[in-house]
């Protein structure tokens, strides 16, 4: 897959298929879509595409709103990646580019740029200024420009209608079942290590502090989860904890991962934890004691789950 950052630097030397949209998550209705795209390009001798969009257009023209995405947009390319497509266009969003017509977006992207022959999209798909275009525009101004449209129907993608909004909501509320089972795969968080309070040291359960660069990627509700992460290449298991650490009066969120079985300094390591489980909320506890107690108790739940599921 070739990664572009910039309509204006694409130039096809073939005919293309497009696909187009924020896809945040990948999930299994996006996977879908986009396999579909994938297999009618090399059937047809085409080159499969897909447009996206980054910031998320919601990041420029909802400033006020405090917009939290499924992935990060390295994420997104790791993903795409996996399912063959031959170029992914990552075009910058902004005002300017929101002002598009639909006439305009079809004529002068898809037909001028993109070279598209055909456009796959799924159910209730609408572009250009004020969302204005639609499947019925689409159709329109496929029979005056040459290209074919093909939607995707809500029942062909899966009998629950699965959206980034739904899985973000899960994640939001500790459904982490239901966000893993409609993405397709563990939902993750990636971060560097850095050092922490060394409370976990002291009680038994060292920690590796987890901070995340990008304040647009979503992080789940606060509690301990189980995890995973690939480590010099071994893959180690852990629980992970979200929270403000209210039993030592913590002010700040904080991301921390005992791992089990792991005994090396992964200060400044870049690590990418999925989450597994949601095994309990976050509380505040009486004292170091009890709290050493519950994690004794947490750690003892991950290891027959991991024995009994894994």
Do not use: W
């Not at 005002?95 to 992207?109: G, H, W, Y």
């Not at 993750?188 to 920690?207: A, E, M």
């Not at 990008?214 to 189980?226: C, H, Q, T, W």
């Amino acid at each position: 897959m070739e990664t572009v950052y910039s309509i204006s630097d694409f130039t096809p030397t073939h005919e293309t298929y497009v696909t187009i949209g924020t896809f945040d998550g990948v999930h299994i209705g996006h996977q879908k879509i986009i396999k579909k795209l994938v297999d009618q390009a090399k059937k047809n001798d085409k080159k499969s595409v897909l447009l996206t969009f980054f910031p998320h257009p919601r990041m420029v023209l909802q400033k006020e709103a405090s917009v939290k995405l499924i992935n990060t947009i390295n994420e997104r390319i790791d993903l795409l990646e996996k399912i063959g497509l031959d170029y992914l266009i990552i075009h910058p969003f902004s005002k300017e580019f929101s002002r598009l017509t639909a006439l305009d977006f079809v004529r002068n992207i898809l037909v001028n740029q993109l070279k598209t022959s055909k456009l796959i999209i799924g159910y209730d798909h609408h572009f250009g200024k004020n969302r204005e275009g639609n499947i019925e525009q689409l159709t329109e101004f496929s029979h005056i420009y040459n290209f074919e449209v093909e939607e995707i129907p809500a029942q062909d993608i899966d009998s629950v209608a699965v959206s980034s909004t739904k899985i973000r909501n899960a994640l939001k509320e500790g459904n982490l079942k239901t966000a893993n089972d409609y993405l397709g795969y563990n939902f993750s968080l990636k971060g560097k290590v850095v050092s922490g309070n060394n409370l976990g040291n002291k009680i038994g359960y060292p920690t590796a502090n987890i901070t995340i660069e990008e304040d647009y990627k979503l992080i789940p509700k606060s509690g301990v989860y189980l995890v995973k992460s690939t480590i010099d290449n071994t893959m180690y298991y852990g629980m992970m904890n979200i929270g403000n650490r209210p039993t030592v009066d913590g002010r700040n969120q904080t991301i921390e991962v005992n791992f089990f079985d792991y005994s090396g300094n992964l200060y400044d390591a870049i690590l990418r934890t999925e989450l597994i489980y949601f095994i309990r909320e976050e509380q505040k506890f009486d004292s170091i004691e009890a709290l050493t107690k519950q994690l004794q108790f947490d750690k003892n739940f991950c290891l027959n789950y991991i024995n009994n599921n894994l």
